[in-house]
C-alpha cells in the first residue's frame, strides 16, 4: 500500500461552499479523469474514507498504477490517499476447472 | 476432453509487451484453443494491437477472440480487428466459428455484446433517439450471437461455446457496484445463448466481479476478466455431449422448441 499526500484536519465543507472545493465532487471527476483520459482506466476505484481517499482495483502494469496514483496525490494534495492498487498476475495457471 | 483456456481483459500497451507470452507459450501443453474476451488493449490504438498481435503470433494454438469496449475507444475496430487476424487469431462479431481440438470440433460464436442491464431492472427502447439506440444496438449484438450459435448447432460440432466482453448474467458481476450493472451486460446476451443452446458462457468486462455463474437455462457463465481470474489465463476442460434423445437436444434448446 502506498500513501500519498498528508492528512488534513477534519471537517466539512458548510452549506454553500464553492463546489470546487468538495472532496465528493474532485473525486467524482478524478475518477471520469482516469476512466476516460489518457489512462483509459476503468477498473479502479476511488472511494472516500472520511478525510481519506481510497484507490484499490487492479491494472496492466506497475507504471499504470503509478500514473493513477500519482495523478491522484497530485490533485488531491494535502489529502490523504492510499492506493492498493495492484498489478494483474500474469503466471500460468496451475489447475483446470473441470466443467463435467 | 476439450481444453479451454481463456482471459480476457488484458488491456495491453507498449509498456506491457511480453508479459503474458511465456505464459501463453505453455498453451499447447495445458489447452486446445484460446479465447479471448475483448479489452485485450488499453486505447484501441494500432500500437497497442500490434503488441497484443506479438503475444498471441504463433502460439500453438488456435486463438479466438471479441473486441471489447476498450478496443473501441480509438475509433478504429476495424484496424485492431485487422493487425489480430493478421498474427493469426480469429475475431468474431457476430458470427461462428470451428475450431478443431484433436478430433473434436468446438464451435465458438462471438460477439463484443453491450449493456442495457438485466431481467427487470434494464434500459427499454424508448424515448430519447440515444436511447433506443443503445437498446437496440445491444438487441443486434445478441440476435448476431444467437444467430450464430444457431448456424453452429448444425455444422456437426461436439461442443459450442459463447464468446462475449459484456456479461449475459448479474451473476457475475457479484463485487461490482449495483448501480453499474446496467453498463456491464444485459439479459439479452443471455436470452441468446438459452435461445440457440450453448455448453458454456465465457466473457470479461467486470473486473470486480466474480468468476461463475449460469443462465437461466443452465448453460455455465464464466467471467475471465484478468483481475478476477488471477492468472495470464485460465483453463476449463469441457466433455463432449451425450447424444440427446429426440426432442431434448439440451435443456435451453428444450426449451425453446417446446
Known amino acids: 500500500m502506498n500513501h500519498h499526500g498528508q492528512e488534513q484536519a477534519p471537517g466539512a465543507p458548510a452549506a454553500g461552499n464553492d463546489a470546487g472545493t468538495n472532496l465528493e465532487y474532485r473525486v467524482a471527476h478524478l475518477r471520469e479523469q482516469i476512466a476516460g483520459g489518457p489512462l483509459g482506466e476503468l477498473g479502479v476505484r476511488l472511494e472516500v474514507r472520511g478525510e481519506t481517499v481510497l484507490l484499490t482495483g487492479t491494472v496492466p502494469s506497475a507504471q499504470c498504477r503509478d500514473d493513477i496514483c500519482g495523478l491522484v496525490a497530485g490533485e488531491l494534495t494535502g489529502r490523504q490517499v492510499h492506493c492498493d492498487i495492484v498489478v494483474a498476475d500474469a503466471t500460468t495457471p496451475d489447475h483446470a476447472e473441470d466443467l463435467a | ?258
Open chain 2, 1 to 258: 476432453m476439450i481444453r479451454i483456456a481463456a482471459v480476457g481483459d488484458i488491456h495491453m500497451a507498449p509498456e506491457t509487451r511480453g508479459t503474458l507470452r511465456p505464459a501463453f507459450e505453455t498453451l499447447p501443453e495445458l489447452a486446445d484453443v484460446l479465447l479471448l474476451a475483448g479489452d485485450l488493449t488499453r486505447h484501441g490504438t494500432p500500437e497497442e494491437a500490434r503488441v497484443v498481435a506479438d503475444e498471441i503470433r504463433d502460439v500453438g494454438v488456435p486463438v479466438v477472440a471479441v473486441l471489447g469496449n476498450h478496443d473501441h475507444h480509438d475509433d478504429r475496430p476495424e484496424e485492431v480487428t485487422a493487425i489480430l487476424e493478421d498474427a493469426g487469431a480469429q475475431v468474431l462479431e457476430g458470427r461462428g466459428t470451428v475450431v478443431r481440438c484433436g478430433d473434436r470440433r468446438v464451435g465458438v460464436a462471438g460477439t463484443k455484446g453491450f449493456g442495457g442491464g438485466f431481467m427487470g431492472r434494464c434500459a427499454g427502447e424508448f424515448g430519447e433517439p440515444l436511447m433506443k439506440e443503445f437498446v437496440r444496438y445491444t438487441r443486434r449484438c445478441a440476435d448476431g450471437l444467437r444467430t450464430a450459435l444457431e448456424e453452429l448447432d448444425g455444422q456437426g460440432c461436439d461442443a459450442r461455446i459463447a464468446l462475449t466482453h459484456y456479461s449475459p448474467v448479474p451473476e457475475t458481476l457479484a463485487g461490482e457496484p449495483l448501480e453499474i450493472y446496467p453498463f456491464l451486460g444485459s439479459y439479452l446476451l443471455a436470452e441468446a445463448v438459452d435461445t440457440a443452446g450453448a455448453d458454456l458462457a465465457v466473457h470479461g468486462h467486470a473486473h470486480a466481479g466474480t468468476e461463475n455463474g449460469m443462465t437461466n437455462g443452465g448453460v455455465r457463465v464464466r467471467n475471465v476478466a484478468q483481475p478476477v481470474i488471477g492468472r495470464a489465463f485460465h483453463i476449463y476442460h469441457l466433455h463432449e455431449r451425450e447424444p440427446a434423445p429426440t426432442g431434448a437436444r439440451t435443456a435451453s434448446a428444450g426449451e425453446r422448441d417446446g
